[in-house]
């Protein structure tokens, strides 16, 4: 049986300060990161079915119990998510990805926009995402809970760039102030890694 393991902060939990707090980083991380580590782990021994990769797992999510469905989605969300992160993120991309949102969205302020009324908008808890599909073009797409656009497997989406909204990602530093913290993480988006992300999803 695989094991999954909470895999490793790319930086300390004060290195997006003041767009993410120290403390909200540390429990986000100890506490709900490493909860659905421990539950997919449990849920996927309770199920006796055995994985590849969660990329595989959440292509075939229909075939999974409702908690194994939550808590891989949970831990493959969170570790795209630190790691499109970084303290002092460049403005905008550049190279294909931005050609990409051009097309796509014109610009990259109006793509800023959609995404973020998105996020802003997306009733309860749950992600916003840009995905990139076969054809090379670009998405922007809300989830649910834990859910990923590769659970919907027919359309086949790849999401290279989320956005948690869940409460416990923003609420003891920006309350409900959803927006704010919206504004906050077009600050600290690692263009670098996304760009990687755009050239080598297929
Ligand atoms: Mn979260």
């Known amino acids: ?6 895999p490793k902060l790319p930086y300390a939990y004060g290195a997006l300060v ?3 707090d120290a403390k909200t980083m540390q429990i986000h991380y100890t506490k709900h990161h490493q909860g659905y580590v421990d539950k997919l782990n449990a849920a996927l021994a309770s199920d006796k079915k055995e994985i590849n990769t969660l990329e595989e797992l959440l292509q075939n999510v229909d075939a999974y119990s409702v908690a194994v469905r939550n808590n891989a989605g949970g831990d493959y969300n969170h570790t795209l998510f630190w790691e499109s992160l970084c303290p002092n993120g460049k403005k905008m991309p550049a190279g294909e990805l931005i050609k990409a ?7 990259f302020d109006l793509f800023q926009e959609e995404f973020s009324a998105g996020a ?12 990139k599909n076969t054809d090379g073009n670009l998405s922007i797409q809300t989830t649910p809970n834990q859910d990923n656009p590769l659970m919907n497997r027919k359309v086949g ?20 102030r959803r927006p704010d913290y919206i504004k906050a993480f077009w ?16």
Request: glycine letters at 4%; a positive charge.
């Open 120 to 131: 802003a908008t997306l009733f309860g808890s749950g992600w916003a995402w840009l995905c």
């Open 101 to 107: 949102i051009e097309k796509k969205f014109q610009s």
């Open 1 to 6: 049986m695989k094991n999954f393991t909470l």
């Open 157 to 176: 989406w790849r999401p290279i760039l989320g956005l948690d909204v869940w409460e416990h990602a923003y609420y003891l530093h920006y309350q409900n």
């Open 187 to 202: 600050h600290i988006v690692n263009w670098e890694v996304i760009e990687a992300r755009y050239v080598k999803a297929s």
């Open 18 to 20: 003041p767009h993410i």
